[in-house]
């Protein structure tokens, strides 16, 4: 049974950083492209970022290129996004997804999901 879970949200001021981190487990990581999504209240769930099954490409939505990194250890079965000079605009509960294939940028084909961590970022 595959499971992903994230950590790391919490409450941070404008201009601030956080890490999340994703553990995943019931899967072969390395074999596995990952992702971040988020969902504000009222909206849809939203493409953050993806990383191929080494780490050796991103992507990343264009309202937060350059300002998050995703990272993954494959050692530790983790992926992880660096969040940078957050912005109030980025408070959601953010996701882990996970796809044999790669992320794509739709949530519909990823068919892993953790249950989310929330981030909130005041003005």
């Known amino acids: 049974q595959v499971q992903l879970v994230e950590s790391g949200g919490g409450l941070v001021q404008a201009g601030g950083s956080l890490r999340l981190s994703c553990a995943a487990s019931?899967?072969?990581?390395?074999?596995?492209?990952m992702g971040w999504f988020r969902q504000a209240p009222g909206k849809e769930r939203a493409f953050v970022a993806a990383?191929?099954?080494?780490?050796?490409?991103?992507t990343y939505a264009d309202s937060v290129k350059g300002r998050f990194t995703s990272s993954r250890d494959n050692a530790k079965n983790t992926v992880y996004l660096q969040m940078n000079s957050l912005k109030p605009e980025d408070t959601a509960v953010y996701y882990c997804?996970?796809?044999?294939?790669?992320?794509?940028?739709?949530?519909?084909?990823?068919?892993?999901w953790g249950q989310g961590t929330q981030v909130t970022v005041s003005s």
């Open positions: 997804a996970a796809r044999r294939l790669g992320i794509t940028t739709t949530p519909g084909p990823n068919p892993y």
């Open positions: 019931g899967l072969t990581f390395s074999n596995y492209g």
């Open positions: 990383i191929n099954w080494s780490g050796s490409s991103t």
